[in-house]
């Protein structure tokens, strides 16, 4: 695998390729990471990992000094799974001056769930996923399905800005008791682990409940919130949403069988998590 820090160095190793596959990643790598690897193969060739903590997602109370750094670890992972390039630029690379060009969601879509309680976190992962894109001109880019939101937030930049790039879903990983793989698992206690997979058996809850009419989405969500939060938790949003806009369902939408899926951020401890689980 080679490694390179510098956007011409990338361009130089990749001049030529029409069929690059592309992963973008803020490294800490784990089993969920490994699998989008796993797809992009299937999706192009060469395989292109990014490793970028990026700032611009960040709020000010948000964890970007304490973000787990193990590029050690990640490179010997990336390289087993036979990644042609990892592109790993410094700060100084991809914002070599205040990045001032944005991209600014739309507010219906950016600005609610994870937007609403992380003002501006979309307009830092379309701006750098954008510029990553630039650098690596990828035919296709892989997203997991955990972060159900950023994949929608992508795609829709990418069929608004006509941009060649496919984007390609991938499921999300879970560990054997149903938690979802993410790299802020491993902030959480011994406690604190056990407890998460509730997190998946309360959207479980919500699906069922949904799927069976028994009471309105809305109380359903409520009655989860409050479930939740009595066992310590603190949510921000469990939400039931249509699969094709994170718009909330009409009850006649819900009766009449519209796609749909449930969408939780809840923190536990000092650690928050999100999930989400199609219905
Ligand atoms: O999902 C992530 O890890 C990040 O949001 C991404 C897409 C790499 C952009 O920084």
Redesign the pocket.
Known sequence: MKIVTTIDELRGQLSGQLRTAFV???GNLHEGHLSLMRLASRHGDPVVASI?V?RL?FGPNEDFDKYPRTFEADCEKLAREGVYVLFAPDEKELYPEPQEYRVQPPHDLGDILEGHFRPGFFVG?ST??LKLFSCVQPRAAV?GKK?YQ?LMVIRNMCRQLALPTQIVAAETVRAEDGLALSSRNGYLSAAERAEAPQLLRMLNRVAERVRAGDGTVQSIEQDVMTEIGARGWKPDYISVRKRMNLRPPTEAEVQQGEPLVVLAAARLGATRLIDNLEI
Do not use: E, I, L, S
């Open positions: 973008p990643t803020m970028f990026n997602q992962v750098v996923v997203f972060d950023q």
